[in-house]
């Protein structure tokens, strides 16, 4: 590619030929041969020389050149040529391929002029190969190269090379006046100084992400200002150094801003909000973490004048509350608006969520994680978006129950992500209800600690090999056992992460050998309970249990229709001991003992009727029907039948429910 015209080797052998054309077309259109006075080639021996025939094999330098005069000379008589230049980059553009474009370099200036800005569009920086060749040629002078292959950049992406890229790499890019998309992503051991010089004279930059880039300072901003008046999309996340100058430096000079996110600075207030609307009136993403001098004041101001908004993301604000939509008129609507996100903001209730939910129907993501004022209000409210919902984060609101789950859930049924952790009021009626989303991909249950085996057997009921679960998050769900979790990993095929953090039969060597390693950060504490499976790992525990459970090392769980009779009797699952339930406690503890005493006795040909210990007839009678959780009655037991499941059984993989009968 950095050879000049002379010296370019043809690659007429290697291209592949087209359709074969009739008998006269093909004489027609066929490059007039080298006669024999005229021929040059001395390994030709003499014969006509035809570059529409495999000819005899002659020097590839001879061929290049003789190949350069018959283009120009007979080029222009060829239909091909006759194209303009944009239809022969738009037929170049059609080979998906990019080394198959490499041959056309060679055939002529003009092709070579098109397939050099093609091969040079987006340079494929994806490892350390492909670097150090970029590297390799940007670092040549000018006037040792073809092309000025700086001029032809416009989309430069390091995301995927983030351990190669330092800031002398990227002063490599410096004069690329054409770029239009800058990506540097977590290239996080750049610093500002690289950033300003690649940015002078981009007067077509549209985008720049720079997240995970440490270094933003007031400098990339400004020259962003004075440079790239065309740019759409600024994504400039953690940058505690900006100042509210420099960013309304922005704002004021580039007009066609649509998507903002600045975030983790305290020096932009409402005057930087205000300014936005005012300037950009294109805005349909706004991403303003972590900013907590923003109020509601200029809040109100944006959701008035934006209809057409797609996304808002404020979090870990204290300001914000239930005004922010104070302003908006009753019959305006956000038919635009998929994406809210309100991490943190402890003043929204169950009224701005109802309001939102009015305004924007057609709602795709709704984050309310750690709005501790959050009820089952919200989630009735939300249930009315139906199928339009696809992603609900509700994580740390304490304060919502199974009944506003299941009615969200028995709504919203193409959900596909869903974030529970930490909602402390959960019971496996939740988790249960969670078998009736058929899109599922995401369930996060951490540190639910009400639910039990019972809940992720009924929970995996109906899933097969299409089933759609791909991440399940259970950590400190301390009631959870191997089996239950046996039986999820063969029911999901598609599950490729499973968090298992803080549950005890888990953080056994020979399964934590397939977990990932711990976060560098963590303690010596918390590397200890740390147990995430992902990729390979998931797989690898799924052959693993697989294997025990055939050895009868991981048993089914036991009478589990004696455990789901007595789950009927009792209420869910006790988390605290005190004077009320002690009763109940001591009753789990008989059943526990009669189960192991039943499986420890031989196995006898009639099995004898179980012989009961004092007291256990006395309080299961002091437990007549009595309501449960407000929702009807407990249901009544047949005393026979649930005595007779307490002798030893063989309980075979379909029969771990209860039978209704029963």
């Known amino acids: 590619m950095d050879s000049d015209s002379n010296s370019v080797e043809s690659s007429v052998y290697s291209m592949p030929r087209t359709a074969e054309l009739d008998n006269n077309t093909y004489k027609n259109q066929r490059t007039p041969a080298v006669r024999n006075s005229d021929n040059k080639y ?6 006509d020389f035809d570059m529409n025939c495999d000819g005899p094999a002659v020097d590839v330098r001879e061929l290049a050149q003789h190949h350069l005069n018959n283009t120009k000379e007979y080029g222009g008589h060829a239909a091909i040529n006759k194209l303009p230049p944009e239809v022969l980059l738009l037929i170049f553009s059609q080979i998906p391929h990019k080394p198959d474009l490499v041959p056309l370099l060679t055939v002529c ?3 070579g002029d098109l397939v050099v800005e093609l091969l040079w569009f987006r340079p494929s920086l994806t490892d350390k190969r492909a670097v150090a060749g970029i590297k390799e040629v940007m670092s040549l002078e000018r006037s040792s190269t073809y092309w000025d292959y700086r001029r032809y950049i416009r989309r430069l992406n390091l995301s995927f090379v983030v351990q190669k890229v330092d800031d002398h790499f990227l002063h490599l890019f410096e004069g690329c006046t054409n770029l239009e998309r800058l990506t540097l992503v977590n290239c996080s051991g750049l610093t500002h100084t690289p950033i300003v010089g690649i940015l002078q004279g981009c007067s077509k930059l ?6 995970g880039v440490k270094d933003i300072t007031d400098d990339i901003f400004n020259a962003l200002a004075e440079n790239s008046p ?11 150094q900006i100042t509210n100058g420099a960013f309304l430096n922005i704002v004021r000079n580039c007009n066609m801003l649509k998507r903002v996110k600045v975030s983790d600075c305290a020096n932009i207030n409402d005057q930087s909000i205000l300014e936005l609307v005012e300037k950009c009136k294109s805005l349909i993403e706004v991403d303003v973490h972590n900013c907590p001098e923003i109020t509601d004041e200029s809040l109100q101001v944006l959701f008035a004048d934006l209809e057409q908004l797609r996304e808002f993301r404020i979090s870990q604000n204290t300001n914000i509350s239930d005004n922010i939509f104070r302003n908006i008129p009753e019959f305006m609507l956000f038919e635009r608006l998929r994406i809210v996100d309100f991490t943190s903001c ?11 939910v009015v305004c924007a129907p057609r709602l795709r993501n709704v984050v309310l994680s750690k709005c ?3 009820t089952d209000a919200s989630l009735r409210a939300l249930s009315s978006l139906g199928k339009n919902l696809h992603y609900i984060h509700l994580g740390h609101c304490s304060n919502i129950t199974d009944e506003g789950v299941i009615t969200l859930i028995d709504r919203c049924r193409r959900l596909q992500y869903i974030d529970l952790a930490c909602c402390s009021q959960l019971t496996n009626r939740s988790v249960a209800a969670l078998k009736d989303l058929p899109r599922l991909r995401r369930i996060g249950l951490v540190k639910c600690t009400n639910i039990n085996n019972q809940g992720i057997m009924e929970m995996i009921r109906g899933r097969g090999d299409n089933d759609s679960l791909e991440r399940v998050h259970l950590s400190y769900c301390l009631n959870l056992e191997l089996y239950p979790i046996f039986k999820l990993l063969m029911a999901c095929p598609k599950l490729t992460h499973l968090s298992l953090t803080g549950i005890d039969c888990f953080l056994r060597e020979e399964i934590t050998r397939f977990c990932r390693d711990a976060p560098p950060d963590f303690n010596e504490h918390q590397k200890s309970l740390f147990c995430v499976f ?3 790992g998931v797989k690898k525990l799924r052959e693993y249990l697989m294997q025990e459970y055939q050895k009868g090392t991981i048993p089914p769980i036991q009478m589990d229709r004696v455990m789901n009779n007595a789950n009927r009797l009792l209420p869910a699952p006790i988390p605290h001991f005190n004077p009320e339930n002690r009763r109940l406690v001591h009753f789990r503890e008989l059943l526990a003992q009669r189960i192991e005493m039943r499986e420890q006795l031989p196995q006898p040909q009639i099995p004898p009727q179980p012989q009961l210990q004092p007291g256990l007839i006395p309080f299961v009678d002091q437990f007549p029907p009595q309501p449960l959780n407000g929702q009807g009655l407990l249901p009544v037991i047949n005393r026979a039948n649930f005595f007779r499941d307490l002798q030893p059984v063989v309980i075979d993989d379909e029969d771990e429910v209860m039978d209704e009968s029963d």
């Open 206 to 211: 549209q985008s720049v992400d720079m997240t």
């Open 42 to 47: 001395p390994n030709s021996k003499g014969k």
């Open 109 to 111: 200036r003009k092709w």
């Open 534 to 536: 992902s990729g390979q």
């Open 346 to 356: 402890v003043r929204i209730t169950d009224r701005t969520v109802e309001r939102i």
């Open 372 to 374: 501790l004022s959050i």
């Open 230 to 240: 065309r740019l759409q999309g600024l994504y400039a996340p953690q940058c505690p």
